[in-house]
């Protein structure tokens, strides 16, 4: 329950002011999906930067360098790992070989522990199941599609991931969560959030004319490198393990009667809760929640129609 968003401004169309302005709207537009912590990654002079405080993300004060002209971002609803310890937080800092990275995470890792045990990746203090992702990744020999794939293969759960190297390449592996991604052309721009209609709504505020954007299909088990040129590289990763223990791609991995009996790690909090906590920003109630319920819709569908208004 957590939104992914960034701004890609590989034309240098936009001034550092004109960045924050729209890296402000965009991110305070993905509050839908998360409150509780808020993050973004970028470089200058070759130097990866983490920037991420426990707090919504219009409440953040947003200062870009004037060559900072990538930005990662991510708004985080907690579901493990709590957000008053900024490390919980996303991004996450991680390296392999002589690159050092920025990773991201919208979903939910069910094996964490699992991995962590198969693999015996050492221990830390940051106690959000997304990090198993940055540590897998580090037993990797470089950052490429061949080591992403690996590693989102042996993934359960849900999970779409952005990542930011310090060579200013934008990577996303796309599992079963969503990603929108527009470009416009002429400026050499990318804007991206979790969904469409995070992204129209944070584009419909934001006071600049771009032109008209193209949306960028990526589809699930598609990764796709944007170069620091904007040109994009495109590869796939099997969905076999990430199906082979959900339901209908919701990340738990046994078939269940009763949803309420599967609760993240540490919140005690079921998917039930959570979209009950979160009806109240689309303009739904709790109980709008129970009486679809009782009406035979799950849970997915649930959640699918408060972002894309639709049942699936």
């Known amino acids: 329950m957590c939104c992914l968003f960034g701004i890609l ?22 509050e839908v999906r998360g409150t509780d912590a808020t993050g973004i990654a970028y470089n200058t002079e070759s130097r990866l930067t983490i920037y991420k ?18 930005i990662m971002g991510h708004t985080r609803m907690t579901t493990q790992g709590n957000e008053k310890f900024n490390q919980n937080n996303h991004p996450f800092y991680g390296k392999v070989g002589n690159t050092s990275f920025a990773l991201a995470h919208n979903g939910m890792l069910m094996n964490d522990d699992e991995l962590q045990k198969k693999y015996r990746l050492p221990k830390t203090n940051i106690k959000t199941d997304s990090y ?11 950052l490429s599609f061949e080591s992403m794939a690996k590693v989102a293969e042996e993934l359960e759960g849900s999970f779409t991931f952005s990542m930011l ?3 200013n390449n934008v990577y996303f592996v796309k599992g079963n969560n969503p990603l929108c991604l527009y470009y416009w052309r002429e400026r050499n721009l990318y804007i991206y959030a979790s969904t ?3 992204l129209k709504a944070a584009l419909v505020r934001i006071p600049y004319n771009f032109g008209i954007a193209e949306s960028i299909k990526i589809n699930e088990g598609d990764m796709m490198k944007i170069s620091p040129s904007g040109a994009r590289e495109t590869s796939q990763f099997s969905l076999q393990n990430l199906y082979a223990y959900g339901y209908y791609g919701y990340p738990y991995r046994y078939f269940l009667d009763e949803w309420d009996d599967v609760e993240p790690k540490e919140t005690g909090r079921s998917y039930k809760d959570i979209l009950k906590s979160m009806a109240h920003t689309f303009g739904y109630t709790a109980e709008d929640v129970d009486t679809l319920l009782a009406e035979g819709f799950t849970l997915q569908d649930i959640e699918d129609f408060f972002y894309e208004g639709v049942y699936c």
């Open 9 to 30: 401004d590989y034309g240098n169309t936009l001034t550092v002011r004109q960045r924050t302005k729209v890296l402000s709207i965009l991110a305070s537009s993905c």
């Open 53 to 70: 405080r426990p707090k919504a993300a219009h409440k953040m004060w947003f200062r870009l360098p004037m060559d900072a002209n990538v």
């Open 132 to 142: 198993v992702a940055v540590q897998l990744l580090e037993r990797q020999t470089d």
């Open 165 to 167: 190297d310090n060579a």
């Open 196 to 198: 469409e209609e995070i």
